[in-house]
């Protein structure tokens, strides 16, 4: 096991967690926003829930308290852990500030590595913690679609599957579009096995849904104006 032990890996800036914990402190029932996303792509049905799970990034509460049952084994870890146990109490997974030194089965890397200044540092983490049939399940907007200070990485969608690809094994992976202009990656990983599918397989298959979305943006707002335009040339005085 990896003698680094802490969640400090991935280094969030001062600057970037201060505009995280203000956002939680001015929004914390925004906790579970991004569930009903997650729920339609992962299986979260077929999750074993006596092995060991962790949640890293978990944010102030994790997703898991929706779903996970009494004996379920998450481990709820965030850099902003002490800060989020002030500001929601009540909780069945407390949040911890250091990775355990254990493997996990399943590791939850929810909308948390844009969040960061080294996201290959905490994967390489990541990596060790994995068991070795363990699954991770990452989501990640593409785009930055939202501010800087909170979002310091600015991810593509030719750029997420060969950064998975280092340190883990795709086994299946998309976009989501959560809103109409927002693209979001998502994926599902094993350990990095020997053999595995070419990672441009995996960037050309972004790039074609990528592609088709835009197509689809365009066509919708090019409708929405004209529909637009009828409209008010209807309503015009005579
Ligand atoms: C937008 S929140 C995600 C919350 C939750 N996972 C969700 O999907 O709703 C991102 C979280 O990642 C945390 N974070 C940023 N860098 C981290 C790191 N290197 N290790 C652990 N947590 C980190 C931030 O403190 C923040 O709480």
Redesign the pocket.
Known sequence: MEKRVS??????SPKT?LD?LSF?QYSPES????MPR?RLLFPFRSIDYNAEIL??????RS?FEEVAPAVAKITA????AEQ?NQLLKVKRFPIVAKVPKKRFALITM???ID??DDPEE?LAQMSEHLDDNGRLWL?VDLDRPWDKSKHPQCFRFWQVAPLMQQFFTITACGLDSEAPNLNAFWCICKPKANREMPTLWWSTKLGVIYGRNFIRRVYLAIMRRLVFARTNATRLPR
Do not use: K, R
């Open positions: 969640s400090i890996a991935g280094s969030p967690q995280e939680w906790w579970n926003l991004h997650y949640d890293i990034g978990s944010g102030p997703v870890c965030d850099t902003l989020y929810f909308n948390m969040h960061m905490l989501y």
